[in-house]
């Protein structure tokens, strides 16, 4: 079994990890021209944004060939997955990719203008997300066929929000105070490589607005527009390295 996926701060590449040993990053294989598998299994993990699919998941499942009877995909989220299995349905019927098998997890959620982190953790027991965990890797296990519904209100206002508050220039929002010590962890953690560092980060224009940069941040030195508070996330099963290896 093949697993690909996509994370920023952990919680899709530790459900890449609980779901087998054989998983690969999805902005390494885009940078390595990497696009083509075959297994009995393969996999996409990757977290909601905006009620979707990430754009960059999006990009490389655009050019993806995969030979495998039995595709899943799984989506984690923090409180609204939005209409995210019907995007990914959408896209890979554009694309060839036949799914068996499409869920979401609930996890923490790290998009810090929306979320107080640390109220996040404080609903992090009554979220089960290792029960939760469990059941997605007994269904995969046995290949269960299900697709989480979504109705077409859900996929519409996706498409709205996506038209009305998709931020093309996020990178405007990010600050950076002067304890930064220019360690260059943002840049190691980028997932496009949209993060340069001479003494401090220069954001440039193609954020993926992940969020990786400031939750890995060691010294919490980059501030976001309207953030709830100054507390950062990363889940606790991923180290940084592993992070920073996933992205680099």
């Known amino acids: 079994m093949k697993i690909l996926y996509f994370t920023a701060t952990g919680n899709s590449l530790y459900i890449a990890k609980s779901l087998g040993s054989d998983y690969y ?59 995210a299995s019907r995007h990914l349905l959408e896209i890979g019927n554009r694309n060839g990719i036949e799914f068996s098998y499409i869920n979401e997890i609930v996890m923490i959620d790290n998009y810090l203008p929306g979320f107080d982190i640390n109220k996040e953790l404080e609903k992090e027991p009554k979220k089960k997300i290792e029960e939760n965990l469990e059941k997605i890797i007994k269904d995969i296990n046995e290949e269960k ?87 950062r996330f990363v889940n606790q099963n991923v180290t940084l390295k592993e992070i920073i290896n996933a992205n680099n």
Do not use: W
């Open 25 to 83: 990053s999805i902005p390494k294989l885009i940078k390595e021209g990497k696009y083509d598998f075959e297994d009995e299994k393969i996999g996409v993990v990757f977290p909601i944004y905006n009620g979707g699919v990430p754009k960059i998941v999006e990009e490389f499942l655009n050019k993806a060939k995969f030979k495998s009877k039995y595709i899943f995909g799984i989506a984690t989220y923090g409180m609204y997955a939005g209409a």
């Open 145 to 231: 066929k299900y697709i989480k519904k979504h109705s077409f209100i859900a996929s519409g206002l996706r498409m709205l929000s996506e038209k009305l508050f998709y931020d093309d220039q996020f990178e405007k929002n990010f600050t950076v105070e002067n304890t930064c010590t220019g360690c260059k962890t943002c840049e190691k953690v980028c997932p496009v490589n949209n993060i340069k560092v001479d003494k401090k980060p220069l954001f440039m224009s193609n954020c993926q607005r992940c969020l990786a940069c400031t939750n890995n941040c060691p010294h919490n030195s980059i501030r976001v527009k309207k953030e709830k508070s100054k507390a």
